[in-house]
Structures are given as C-alpha cells and as structure tokens.
C-alpha cells in the first residue's frame, strides 16, 4: 500500500524527469561493456530489471552456448553474453535499437547476428541453449516503437503470442524477468493454456519492488510421447472395430 502511495505521487516527477533525461543519447556500461542508448530504445539505466538479468547470467556457463535476447533493446545482455563466448542472437522490431547495437558491437569488439524479427518470426526454428525476455508487460496498446517495449496491449497479446509460439518450439533454457508491478496471474494463466508453467528461480526486491526471474517451462518429452501413444492406441482399436464389426 504504501509503495502505491509513493509511486503515485512520485511518477510525474519521474516521468517528466526521464523523458527529458533520456530525450539525449546516454551510455550505459556493465562490467567493461558500454552500449550508446538512443532516445527510442528502452534505457536499462531507468529499470532495475536489466542489472539483475545481467548478474544472473554471469554466473552461467555460456562458453559455446547458442543464446537468445528476445526484444534486445539496447543489447547490454547480448553482448555481455558474446564477452562469455556464447554464440548470441540479438533480436528486436526496433531498427533503431538494431542499428545502436551494431555500432557498440564493433565499439566493444564483440561478434554477434542481429535480426529483426518480431518474436520468433524470423528466427531459427533450431533450438537455442538459453533464451533471456525482458518482455513489456503493462496492458496496454503501444502506439509508438519506443512504447512497445513497455506496453504488451490491452489485452496481453504480446504474451498470447509469445507463449503460442514457445509452445512449438524446444528450447533447453528460456528466463523471463517479471515485477510484482505486472498482472503475474493474468500472465500465468495465458501460459497455462499453452500448458507452459512459471518456475520461479530468482526472486530480487529491490527499492521495495519484487522483481521474479522465471523458467519457462513445457511438458517432458516422455509425457508427450506417452500420450502421443495413447492416442495412437485408440485410433488403432477404433480401426480393428470398423473392420471386424463394419462400424
């Protein structure tokens, strides 16, 4: 309660502090790698949520690794993670930040793919060892680039997508980062109709807000084969009974 108090009385000055701080272009640096960030792309600086993705990935192993940054903004995660000799993907529907990223990939002398791809559109359909979103997640509709990496729309589409699509796909490790700010339940019951679950592994308060990085988790392959087989058995049986009693 209180914490809603405060940032009730707070966000306007906020927000009229970090537009104009961000109208120019700043750097943002983590651990030796500095990223030039554009007036359009979503400033890690604002947010806590980059900082702790970032600590958590540096004490994964990702040497020889194939990893994802869904919706990289600034790119600070993506080569941070080409530092540790993983073989990274950047992906993004900002050109802006697209564009950002290959000047400060060549400033930091760091080697990555940069696409444009809205979700998984354009990606490969192979699977990737880890895949890092810090997705948007307030509901409602974007109505610039810049918006869309706060804003997933009024109805959550950006979730309804992103889980659809995850569900085809069989990647070994996908983290997400959520704020007790966004509608955890109205996101996990999207991932519940596309029989994917949250698994909590990093829970972080910082300034009095909860941040949650989860593991997106599917079915076990056995459990799929096993009903797979189930199906196949009952469509079996039913074509023996067509034949022996001409149903």
Not at 62 to 68: A, F, G
Not at 174 to 199: P, R
Request: charged share 25%; with cysteine; proline share 4%.
């Amino acid at each position: 309660m209180i914490r809603t108090f405060i940032k009730k009385i707070t966000h306007p000055f906020l927000k009229f502090f970090t537009e104009n701080y961000f109208n120019k272009t700043r750097n943002y640096t983590y651990k030796n790698i500095t990223v030039k960030v554009v007036p359009s792309v979503f400033p890690p600086h604002y947010t806590i949520s980059t900082k702790i993705l970032l600590d958590y990935i540096s004490s994964l192993d990702l040497k020889e690794k194939t990893l994802l940054e869904l919706g990289c903004g600034s790119g600070i995660i993506s080569l941070f993670a080409a530092s540790k000799n993983a073989t990274v993907t950047a992906s993004d529907i900002n050109k802006n930040a697209l564009n950002a990223l290959k000047t400060a990939a060549d400033y930091n002398k760091l080697n990555l793919t940069i696409l444009y791809s809205d979700l998984f559109q354009k990606l490969q359909k192979s699977p990737f060892d880890v895949i890092i979103i810090n997705p948007p997640y307030y509901p409602k509709n974007p109505k610039n680039i810049k918006e869309n990496a706060w804003f997933c729309g009024e109805d959550f589409e950006y979730f309804k997508n992103l889980f659809c699509q995850l569900d085809t796909r069989e990647d070994k490790l996908v983290l997400i980062i959520l704020s007790q700010d966004c509608d955890l339940e109205k996101i996990k019951n999207i991932a519940d109709t596309h029989n994917i679950k949250l698994e909590c592994v990093l829970e972080k308060k910082v300034l009095a807000e909860n941040n949650f990085i989860f593991s997106i988790k599917k079915p076990q392959l056995k459990l799929k084969v096993f009903l797979y087989c189930i199906y196949f058995d009952n469509y079996l049986l039913k074509y023996i009974l067509r034949l022996e009693y001409k149903l």
